[in-house]
């Protein structure tokens, strides 16, 4: 195997006299340094956190002089740091540099440091994924070397890779490299957005496009979207006539409060949402209640479109919020799973998704992933637990070909020990306990001098939320004190002492995940069954009124179905193990059996 040798980087001042800085570089290193591409993070501390500017260059010397002397007279982010003491700057060589690696160097350095708590704002903001080159074998290696010498500098900006890891912010960071199904996929949008927006140039009646990205959970939806978002965004901001999105308006929308926190933490840092400007990452509601059919805006993308409403209720009084979105957009990218559609309000009438899919297909606006990306398991794992979902069956449970960690337990609190022992562990990273909907909660009041909570015989752990918003502020079993409601919940470290419901998992990933299944599933006649008359999710197992031909409204229940939808979530969640105990003890004694172990009870 070939040595791949140590980065060279140096620490240097960020200053007008940089050619005395570059006197420093050793006789050794000049060649590597001055002739070489290289990658360089200009940094500036202020009141605890970090603006940074990640650069790739083919001259070190050239490119700085040209930041200092003439970059502060048009960008205000240079500018900033001409005006600032103690600015820093890290300049990167190593041996194997040529310009594809440095610019995927770069590309993922602007990943961690943007996903970095420490780090307010990334200035440099480009996407530049590579494909395949010359030494691109090497890149994580290099990159794993380069991040670990940067460490020993800085270990404020640059922590631990697995603590970035397990952030929220990271893992729906547009500067993933994405796969070639993506990269496919990004293709059609963009041909079809701009096709769109050149023809509403120069036709102002120009009907507005819809684009259907169809996928299950952990098909990689919410990373291909943040980076076409971004990318527009970009192209968006380029000088007048550039291009055809020069000057567009893109918006990012997404009905999940914890999915919007993440979404505008990334906007934050990127420069996307400025104060004084609409946000241009918002909840539907919000958008549609702001704009109007006769000042069409030129781009939406919802997220989690599953999730939009097509019901009337307090907040909205629409009827369909995709329709309200197409009278106020050119062109509306939606990505979709109905497996995922949790509450009455969010049912789609067969007939009219069926026709929304048909008319896609025939514009070659529908586009499906199919890759799994979330679970990191052999195919074996990935049909037990679909075996389970789709077919309503319940199989052996699989040696798994890559190690992942299916586990069917005895008891809630056995279960909840090995969740905290992995979420404590650094190598393993952030797990939680999570459960089906069927324990009574509320999120506008509270038992009297207790805790909303899921109980199973003598065991309970307090839903979701429920420590963060209460007066109790002790933990037992949080290292963390830290109760920051601006985190999601599954990155919140309170949040390892709460069991997390669909509403505050959905659409995140965990290394580890625990599932309590509570009585609204069942196992009769060698089927899985669900039973809503055991859940405690109202907005799930009601009736749900359909307006009909002859104007007589029909009553229609989706509850089973929602409930299924409701365990895939779940039981999806988890990257690279997943944990189950069943309360019903029909579906607990065949688990158990299918582990090969026997029911005690």
């Not at 900006?157 to 990271?170: C, G, H, L, S």
């Not at 293709?187 to 507005?208: G, K």
């Not at 050119?330 to 949790?342: S, T």
């Amino acid at each position: 195997m070939e040595r791949i040798a140590e980065p060279i980087i140096y620490n240097l001042d960020y200053t007008e006299k940089m050619d005395n800085q570059y006197e420093i570089v050793e006789p050794n290193d000049e060649r590597v340094i001055f002739k070489f591409p290289t990658v360089y993070i200009v940094h500036h501390k202020k009141d605890s956190k970090y603006t940074v500017y990640v650069g790739e260059t083919t001259d070190i010397k050239k490119r700085t002089f040209q930041h200092l002397k003439v970059d502060i007279k048009s960008r205000e982010d240079w500018l900033n740091f001409s005006e600032e003491s103690d600015v820093r700057m890290f300049v990167i060589g190593h041996e194997m540099f040529n310009k594809s690696l440095t610019l995927d160097i770069e590309n993922k350095l602007m990943h961690y440091l943007s996903s970095t708590d420490t780090v307010s704002g990334v200035n440099n903001r480009r996407l530049n994924q590579q494909n395949e080159y010359y030494t691109s074998d090497n890149m994580e290696t290099i990159f794993s070397k380069i991040w670990r010498k940067l460490r020993s500098f800085e270990p404020d900006i640059f922590p631990t890779r697995k603590r970035i890891e397990d952030a929220a912010v990271f893992k729906a960071s547009p500067f993933h490299k994405l796969t070639q199904e993506q990269v496919n996929a990004k293709e059609q949008i963009m041909l079809r957005i701009v096709s769109n927006i050149a023809n509403s140039i120069s036709n102002n009646d120009v009907e507005s496009k819809l684009i259907m990205v169809n996928g299950e959970a952990g098909s990689g939806k919410t990373v291909l979207m943040s980076n076409l978002f971004y990318e527009l965004f970009q192209e968006s901001n380029l000088g007048k006539n550039e291009t055809v999105l020069s000057g567009i308006t893109p918006y990012l929308l997404v009905n999940h409060d914890q999915q919007l926190k993440v979404y505008k933490e990334i906007a934050k840092k990127l420069g996307i949402n400025k104060k004084g400007e609409e946000n241009l990452v918002q909840k539907p509601t919000s958008f549609i209640n702001n704009h109007s059919p006769e000042n069409k805006v030129d781009v939406v993308i919802v997220d989690e479109a599953h999730l939009l409403l097509t019901q009337g209720k307090q907040s909205y009084r629409g009827k369909n919020q995709l329709l309200d979105l197409l009278e106020r957009a050119k062109v509306v990218v939606i990505v979709f799973d109905e497996n995922q559609i949790l509450l009455t309000e969010q049912v789609w009438e067969s007939e009219y998704l069926d026709k929304l899919k048909h008319e896609c297909n025939l514009n070659q606006n529908y586009i499906e992933l199919k890759n799994q990306m979330r679970i990191h398991s052999g195919q074996e794992t990935v049909r037990w637990i679909r075996n389970i979902i789709d077919n309503n069956t319940i199989g052996d449970i699989p040696r798994d070909s890559k190690g992942y960690d299916l586990k069917i337990f005895n008891s809630p609190s056995e279960m909840e020990e090995e969740i905290v022992r992995r979420n404590d562990n650094e190598d393993m990273g952030l797990s939680r306990m999570v459960a089906t909907y069927d324990w009574e909660y509320s999120q506008n009041n509270t038992p009297e001098g207790e805790l909303w909570k899921v109980t199973v015989g003598d065991w309970s752990m307090p839903w979701n939320f429920e420590l963060l918003k209460s007066k109790y502020k002790k933990t037992k079993k949080s290292k963390k004190s830290i109760n920051d409601n601006s985190l999601a919940w599954a990155e919140n470290p309170k949040s390892i002492e709460e069991i997390g419901s669909t509403f505050s998992v959905q659409g995140f990933d965990l290394n580890y995940v625990g599932v309590i299944i509570g009585p609204s599933v069942s196992f009769k006649d060698g089927k899985v069954v669900f039973l809503p008359e055991n859940s405690k999710n109202k907005k799930a197992v009601r009736n749900r009124t359909f307006d009909s031909e002859n104007n007589k409204p029909k009553k229609q229940k989706f509850g089973e179905t929602l409930l299924k939808n409701e365990l895939n979530v779940l039981l999806t969640r988890g990257v690279k193990g997943l944990y189950i105990y069943a309360v019903d003890p029909d579906l607990q004694r065949e688990l158990l059996k299918r582990q090969g172990e026997k029911h005690n009870g």
